[in-house]
Every structure is written in structure tokens, then in C-alpha cells.
């Protein structure tokens, strides 16, 4: 740090001065009559017969087609996008903690949480950073009352190893009871300071006002967070009720046929429980 010379009161007499220079120059600008900004503003702007002899082509919008597949019982979208050579692949679970009792709406909540950072059964959650940052491989989860998602992009080249990571995480997620106890120590802390912010106390008051007991009004409480309703059995319960087949709907984007990606989705379903 550069000290001015001095000392202290030296910096407050030339605070004192800056100060002085800013207001003088703030009452100076405010005393200029507004056509002072205006010099040759009409004479910048280009006149209309210049805009109307700009030609314009036509706008071409090529929408592309979307295809539904049955696989397995499950509904696929399939897309043939051949700009890239890039797969996305989405999958949209019909469920989520307004579908289930309050005793499991702290699961509910945090099941995308764990879902991203805890890892599965088969591949913990630092193997599955290392694939994902090696491959240049995008997971992402996410989900609200009525629905759980999950998404993953990847060069086409890495997509069977892809789906068989992704697929593990969304069959036989891990629910590690330290990142279960990380999770909940955090939303402790939320609630505990969830007066300090108005905004989202207005927010949430409201719709406890609205919708009372209801998915909608729900808010997180410490009695939520209780150790019986986030044990590891918990989370698995959910779990079952939520990723399942019969809840499953996916979209494929990429340059494959469907002929090429019917085997990869029948491989992603086979041994996943209902």
C-alpha cells in the first residue's frame, strides 16, 4: 500500500479537497443546458430514406425435426443436429418432493445436491470428477416440486463411456453419510439465517401465507433437518420413488441416427430397478 505523505491528517485535508473538486465539477455539469449534449446528435443519426434502402434477406428458420421413440417403456425424443459433433442428452424424472410426504421433503431437496457431488455404488464421487474433467464431460442436476433432472453433453466419441458413468450416478447413487451431514449442516445454517436476508423472508412468508401446507409453502425448518429424516435409508427411499423407469422421459440430441442410439438407451435402462 502507498502511504500519502503526512500521515493521517494529511490524507483527510486532501480527502477534503478531493471532495470539494467533486462537487464543484457535479454542480457544473448540472448547471450546462441540456442542448450541450445535443451538438450534431441529428446530424450522427442517418436519415430515413438511408434505412428504408438498407435491404434485408429474409429471415430462414429450419426447425429441427424431432422423432418419439419408445424404449424399453420409457419415451424418447430423439433430434439429428449435425452441426457438431456433440450428444446431449437430457433426462426429465415426473417427480419430486411435492409428490411425496413432508417427513421426506429435506431428502427431496437435496437429492440433485447428491446426486452431483456424492458420487455412486460403482464409481465414487472423485473418480467420477476425474471422468468428467478428462473427457470434458457436463453433468448437471437439478430439480424443483413437481420433477428431477439431469443432463450430460459429450463428444460423441466418449458417449458410451459417458452414459455408463451418468448412468451409474442416476441408477446407484452413493448418499455418502459425510456428504449427507455436509448438506445438512449447511441448510441448518440457512434456516438459522434466513431472517437476515427480507427479501427471501417476504418470499417465503408468502407463500406459507398462500398455500399453507401445501408443496408450495413449504420452507425448510430444523425439524426437517432431524438426523430420522436424512439418514442414508431415507434418501434411498426417495430415490426409488423418484428415478425410476416408469418416471423417465429422455432427449438425445447429436449427429447419430436413432439406429445408433436405440442400443446405447437400452444399455442405460438394462438392471435399472423399477
Not at 41 to 67: G, H, K, N
Not at 83 to 110: N, Q, S
Not at 202 to 208: P, T
Request: hydrophobic share 40%.
Amino acid at each position: 500500500m502507498t502511504r500519502l505523505p503526512g500521515g493521517a491528517r494529511a490524507f483527510d485535508r486532501w480527502r477534503s479537497r478531493t471532495t470539494k473538486v467533486a462537487r464543484c465539477a457535479a454542480v457544473a455539469l448540472a448547471l450546462l443546458p441540456v442542448s450541450a449534449f445535443r451538438v450534431g446528435a441529428q446530424d450522427a443519426l442517418p436519415s430515413r430514406p438511408f434505412l428504408d434502402s438498407i435491404a434485408v434477406p429474409p429471415l430462414a428458420v429450419d426447425p429441427l425435426e424431432v422423432t418419439e421413440y419408445e424404449v424399453g417403456g420409457v419415451t424418447v425424443f430423439h433430434t439429428v443436429d449435425p452441426a457438431l459433433p456433440l450428444v446431449d442428452v437430457l433426462a426429465h424424472f415426473g417427480g419430486g418432493y411435492a409428490r411425496l410426504p413432508r417427513e421426506m421433503y429435506a431428502a427431496g431437496t437435496a437429492l440433485p445436491a447428491l446426486l452431483s457431488s456424492g458420487g455412486s455404488l460403482r464409481f465414487d464421487a472423485q473418480e467420477v470428477d476425474r471422468f468428467t474433467e478428462g473427457f470434458a464431460v457436463q453433468l448437471s442436476y437439478g430439480g424443483s416440486g413437481p420433477a428431477v433432472t439431469s443432463s450430460m453433453n459429450v463428444l460423441e466419441e466418449h458417449l458410451d463411456s459417458a452414459l455408463v458413468v451418468w448412468g451409474s450416478v442416476l441408477r446407484e447413487p452413493a448418499f455418502d453419510p459425510d456428504r449427507i451431514e455436509l448438506w445438512v449442516g449447511r441448510e441448518r445454517e440457512s434456516v438459522r439465517r434466513r431472517a437476515d436476508d427480507p427479501g427471501a423472508l417476504a418470499f417465503s412468508e408468502y407463500n406459507r401465507l398462500m398455500y399453507g401446507d401445501h408443496p408450495i409453502g413449504w420452507e425448510m425448518t430444523l425439524d426437517d433437518l432431524v438426523e430420522v429424516r436424512t439418514r442414508p435409508e431415507v434418501f434411498r427411499e426417495v430415490h426409488r420413488r423418484i428415478l425410476c423407469p416408469e418416471n423417465l422421459t429422455l432427449g438425445v440430441v447429436g449427429r447419430a441416427p436413432f439406429e445408433e442410439i436405440r442400443p446405447r438407451v437400452e444399455r442405460l435402462l438394462d438392471g435399472w430397478p423399477p
